[in-house]
């Protein structure tokens, strides 16, 4: 008689008793219902055995590492490799907020690879994975500029003078990343009297939206010191730069046209970022009190140049107290360039140019 081991005790065996004589049966033919159940199991077995073959050839399936989420769920795919296409498309949990980063135990994981029979998951030591939400961001500079466009079309005003101080700490609308176009402001309301503005900051058909509110600020372009000038020192182009500043609060007489302020000089001690105001800069002194000056007098085929001497001191265009030296004669002339005057009719501002050049444009 034979005998087999136990699988649960080993010391002990038990004894198989022989099998008995039966007699033979007549089988009978497999009907069609037989056929079609059987057929259906064995397609049950393959679609099985398609799912679960990464897990016993191939590459083994393995946890991957911190990973960046860019729907509402997490597949199988998404955490683990390895898996196939099919097993890798489900889903098993869902992802963090946009923009947030959560995380996943690894034994959650492998729970649910185990649930779905798909066999063992290296993990490389990982305890948890890190899992970040993908989100597009729009911040202040797209709101600003959504809300302009709509106060140009909706209230008419000039958005190249516009600013709008947004309220509360640098709004941010969070949207999925497949969230593609221009952020628009709808059903904005603008109060002129107070300048406050609200408007609905929307991505597609209100997809993604963020309610805004914020001050509109009137802007303009002034003439700043980028460093600090002594009284009587020349200003040049390096020293002046354009700056946006609200209008409210700037000095009306506030310059800012560069090109003549080139060349000019500082009437007084002028700090660094200074606005620079109409009377802060003149022209350059081109004729000195005491100074030998020449003497012009020109007319229509007629140039006269006699030898002079300033009474007073004068920048282009001022007119003067000079005397003749040879008459000592006292005339007012005009000054036209560095220790030059002019008597006669001519233009003083064309002789001016001529004999300055490009100093002061």
Sequence with gaps: MPVLADPFDPDQTVAMPPLADRPHRRVAPLGAAVLGRLTATLITLAAIGYLTLPAFAGEPLRLRGDVTARGDVLTLGDLVEGAAAEAAARPLFRAPALGATGTIQSRRILEAVAGLGLGPVETGGRVQIAVQRAARRVGAAEIEAALKRALESGQGLDPRVLSIRLDGEAPVLLAPVDLNGAAAALDVVYEPRSRRVTGLISLGERQA?????????????????????????????????????????????????????AGEVAQRALGAGAVLRTGDTAPP??????????????????????????????????????????????????????????VGPAAPQRQASAAFGPAIR
């Design 209 to 261: 939206s963020l309610r805004v509110s914020g001050l509109v600020v009137e802007m303009r372009e002034v003439a700043v010191l980028t460093r600090a000038v002594k009284s009587g020192e020349p200003i040049t182009a390096a020293d002046v730069a354009l700056e946006r500043r609200p209008r409210e609060g700037s000095p009306p007489d506030a310059q800012a046209n560069l090109a003549a302020l």
């Design 285 to 342: 002194e081109l004729v000195a009190r005491g100074e030998a000056v020449s003497i012009v007098y020109e007319t229509p085929g007629v140039s006269l140049t006699m030898r002079g001497q300033a009474n007073e001191a004068g920048r282009l265009g001022a007119t003067v107290s000079v005397v003749n030296v040879a008459s000592k004669k006292v005339l007012q002339a005009v000054v036209v360039g560095p220790a030059r005057v002019s």
